[in-house]
């Protein structure tokens, strides 16, 4: 993994708060840890907006591949 200076003005409270959080980590790493958060819950949502998709038909409703609810009751009673 490649590192890139960062110089940057933050919340002067915000950063306080962070340190007392994460005493163990130095700031570079506080930022890491920042950023792959902001990542993973960029990421979080985009995997939630393509379930999205699911809405678009009943679970009931047969498709190509058969009706999901009844395959979800039939696995369930196994």
Same mark, same amino acid.
């Given at each position: 993994? +490649? =590192? $890139? #200076?960062v110089s940057t003005t933050v919340d002067g409270d915000l950063l306080q +708060? %962070? =340190? =007392?959080? #994460?005493?163990d980590v130095n700031d570079a790493n506080l930022l890491d840890e920042a950023l792959g958060a902001l990542v993973a819950i960029h990421r979080a949502g985009e995997i939630d907006a393509a379930y999205g998709a699911y809405d678009d038909s009943p679970i009931d409703e047969a498709d190509e591949w058969g009706n999901l609810n009844a395959f979800r $009751? #039939?696995? %369930?009673s196994s």
């Open positions: 993994m +490649s =590192r $890139v #200076r +708060s %962070a =340190r =007392r959080l #994460r005493k $009751v #039939r696995a %369930a």
